[in-house]
């Protein structure tokens, strides 16, 4: 019986970690590698004319906290984007995207880290920065 027991004790000690950690995001030793939330300082530039979106315009967003799953939204709608290091993304912006001249609002989206139902969600969306098309 004592080597049933002794074997059983790491399994606690794992279950105890569990209902302990839950919902503590990062802190929670099961959930591997936490996602921070993207953050996004700049766009290559801040404005463009609708002439360049109707020809496929390639715009790099600056941040930080960028990794290989990050995605940029523009409006809304999530764009095929390639991660250039954890500091730049970028993306082609094209009249599928934005229809007509006006503001689009840009943001970067990562998407929360594995083991979600043991509170490892983290991840997030960065704030909206402006893209004027005229």
């Known amino acids: 019986m004592k080597q049933i027991s002794a074997s059983l004790r790491p399994l606690s000690v794992l279950l105890l970690a569990v209902f302990l950690f839950q919902g503590c995001k990062s802190l929670n030793p099961l959930c591997g590698s936490a996602r921070p939330s993207p953050s996004i ?3 290559s530039v801040q404005s463009i004319t609708f002439a360049q979106v109707q ?4 715009l790099t967003v600056n941040g930080s906290h960028l990794v290989a799953s990050s995605v940029v939204v523009i409006n809304g709608t ?6 250039l290091s954890d500091q730049q993304v970028q ?32 991840g997030g969306t960065s704030q909206s920065l402006v893209l004027t098309v005229t």
């Open 41 to 43: 300082a700049s766009l």
């Open 55 to 58: 020809q496929g315009f390639l």
């Open 78 to 83: 999530k764009l095929p984007t390639q991660v």
């Open 91 to 122: 993306v082609t912006i094209t009249t599928a995207v934005i229809s007509a001249p006006g503001a689009a609002n840009v943001e970067v989206t990562t998407p929360g880290g594995n083991s979600s139902d043991l509170g490892c969600t983290s």
